[in-house]
């Protein structure tokens, strides 16, 4: 199981923030599709990953000391070639040790380029009173200025995921505004479903952070995501 390989790789680090590249392993095993994330310690070793998912690409920092990558210059998104991957790579780590001369950097991770679709954010957050509860609500601008997300206390079953969809502000989103397609609710109802149920399993997690994921029509992809085991 990767789970119990990242918890023990932690734990002899003696840290309990995990890693992108962790974090999506982990969630994937718990069914959850994530980019296929792997990490380059050189700039050879992210052309060799990027050629090999394919192009476009995206390269991010790689530490846990830097939680908002894109604010320290670690996120670079659409590379199209050899050429740009080379370039991300040198303008990540070096705006990086600028922005943050402390943290541990082990490498920058390199994944496919997601198709645009609708931001979503997902999580789990343990609360004082009711324990684990799972989060849904749209991501970007929505979630931050307006905070319209829902929670339920886990565990949650599809009925659950289903009002937690529907209670949003911004559902009509989801169902596709001004000529942009629906999204695949019942696949985002299904994650809920599977996000709590593997929290419920794992009360090693402390936070699970998913955000973005992209929904599509047709499925949806998580493709920055976080999880903070309990001390
Ligand atoms: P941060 O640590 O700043 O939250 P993210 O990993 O979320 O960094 O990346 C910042 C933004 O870059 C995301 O909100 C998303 O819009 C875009 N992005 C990140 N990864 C991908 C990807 N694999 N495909 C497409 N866009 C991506
Ligand atoms: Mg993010």
């Keep these: 199981m990767i789970i119990d390989e990242v918890l023990a790789q932690a734990k002899k680090e003696n840290r309990s923030v995990?890693?992108?590249?962790?974090?999506?392993?982990?969630?994937?095993?718990?069914?959850?599709?994530?980019?296929?994330?792997?990490?380059?310690?050189?700039?050879?070793?992210?052309?060799?990953?990027?050629?090999?998912?394919?192009?476009?690409?995206?390269?991010?920092?790689?530490?846990?000391?830097?939680t908002?990558?894109?604010?320290?210059?670690?996120?670079?998104?659409?590379?199209?070639?050899k050429e740009e991957v080379e370039n991300a790579f040198d303008e990540i780590m070096a705006s990086c040790k600028k922005v943050q001369p402390n943290a541990d950097i082990e490498g920058i991770s390199v994944q496919g380029m997601a198709k645009p679709g609708l931001e979503i954010i997902m999580g789990m957050i343990k609360d004082d009173t009711f324990g684990p509860v799972v989060m849904f609500g749209l991501?970007?601008?929505?979630?931050?200025?307006?905070?319209?997300?829902?929670?339920?206390?886990?565990?949650?079953?599809?009925?659950?995921?289903?009002?937690?969809?529907?209670?949003?502000?911004?559902?009509?989103?989801?169902?596709?505004?001004?000529?942009?397609?629906?999204?695949?609710?019942?696949?985002?109802?299904?994650?809920?479903?599977?996000?709590?149920?593997?929290?419920?399993?794992?009360?090693?997690?402390?936070?699970?952070d998913m955000n973005p994921l992209f929904a599509y029509e047709d499925g949806a992809v998580v493709v920055d995501a976080r999880i903070i085991l309990e001390d």
């Design 18 to 66: 995990l890693t992108e590249i962790e974090a999506k392993q982990i969630l994937f095993e718990a069914g959850i599709n994530c980019t296929d994330t792997r990490l380059a310690p050189t700039k050879e070793k992210a052309v060799a990953i990027a050629e090999e998912i394919g192009y476009p690409v995206v390269l991010k920092v790689s530490s846990v000391d830097i």
């Design 68 to 81: 908002h990558k894109s604010d320290a210059g670690g996120v670079k998104v659409n590379l199209k070639n």
């Design 139 to 208: 991501g970007g601008v929505l979630v931050e200025v307006l905070k319209d997300v829902s929670f339920r206390i886990v565990p949650i079953e599809k009925a659950d995921a289903v009002e937690m969809t529907n209670e949003i502000q911004g559902k009509k989103l989801l169902e596709g505004y001004r000529g942009q397609p629906p999204a695949d609710v019942a696949y985002l109802q299904d994650m809920l479903v599977k996000l709590s149920n593997f929290v419920h399993q794992t009360p090693q997690i402390n936070e699970i």
